[in-house]
Nanobody, 120 residues
Framework: QVQLVESGGGLVQPGGSLRLSCAASGSIFSINAMGWYRQAPGNQRELVANITNSGTTNYADSVKGRLTISRDNAKNTVNLQMNTLKPEDTAVYYC??????????????WGHGTQVTVSS
């Protein structure tokens, strides 16, 4: 019903930047919150940042001041600008969306993930 497709991951040196993008498509009436989570090997998936449809943002303490989330409601996209990256930012990053479908059903969806590796 709804697909989330992420792009923009890759390998970057410490201190470098990457920009992740996620596009939602399908039977979408509206999208409530959109966000990014990450999961490093051996760790649980954790929230990185999310943003409501009115633009209110929330960040994990570990990324405040370095990562910036934004969204385009008209295009159903969410982006994550990542600056001053650290090796501990290495993880698979997942896009998440809280979607209201045309059937009025509200569901939560995940993308397949994109790898971010920060290493020299």
């Amino acid at each position: 019903q709804v697909q989330l497709v992420e792009s923009g991951g890759g390998l970057v040196q410490p201190g470098g930047s990457l920009r992740l993008s996620c596009a939602a498509s399908g039977s979408i009436f509206s999208i409530n919150a959109m966000g990014w989570y990450r999961q490093a090997p051996g760790n649980q998936r954790e929230l990185v940042a999310n943003i409501t449809n009115s633009g209110t943002t929330n960040y994990a303490d570990s990324v405040k001041g370095r990562l910036t989330i934004s969204r385009d409601n008209a295009k159903n996209t969410v982006n994550l600008q990542m600056n001053t990256l650290k090796p501990e930012d290495t993880a698979v990053y997942y896009c998440n969306a809280d979607v209201t479908l045309f059937t009025s059903t509200r569901k939560n969806y995940w993308g397949h993930g994109t790898q971010v590796t920060v290493s020299s």
